[in-house]
């Protein structure tokens, strides 16, 4: 079970930063962890909603928020582990699965990861929220494909 909700966790984080990855150069550049993962993502869902300059403002502030948010949560040692996995490319999943968190973490987490999605969903057309919905769903597919 303490698997399953940890799988549940990092899939969690990963979809959100694949699906909010509109990272800037100067956040590129930024020692954070969870910016570093970010920066590494190609194309996400979020860039194919043909978003207007802004809703990429606003998601960028929900963004920044959540990954304040994000890190506050994690100690300075699960802090620097993430940044030696994002920076060996160990990816998300086994980057997440090695911090070890606690179950208070983990709840902290999917409330943070909630909050970002309701809060981008906000920012977001009709059309474009069915667009996101249809990748999520796709990306929930291929995670149970894989689990099987």
Not at 19 to 34: G, H, I, Q, R
Not at 63 to 83: D, G, N, P, V, Y
Request: hydrophobic content about 35%; charged content about 30%; proline content about 1%.
């Amino acid at each position: 079970m303490k698997l399953k909700n940890l799988s549940l966790i990092g899939a969690a984080i990963a979809l959100s930063l694949s699906a909010t990855s509109l990272a800037v150069k100067a956040e590129a550049n930024s020692s954070s962890p969870l910016v570093v993962a970010q920066s590494q993502e190609k194309g996400g869902a979020l860039q194919r909603l043909g978003l207007t300059d802004e809703q990429k403002a606003k998601i960028k502030e929900i963004r920044s928020s959540t990954r304040a948010e994000m890190e506050k949560i994690l100690t300075e040692q699960q802090r620097e582990q993430l940044k030696t996995a994002m920076q060996n490319r160990q990816g998300k999943r086994g980057g997440f699965a090695a911090l070890n968190l606690t179950d208070e973490q983990k709840n902290q987490m999917r409330q943070v990861m909630q909050s970002q999605k309701t809060q981008i969903d906000a920012v977001l057309t009709p059309e474009q929220k069915q667009q996101l919905q249809k990748y999520r769903e796709e990306m929930r597919t291929r995670r149970q494909q894989r689990n099987q």
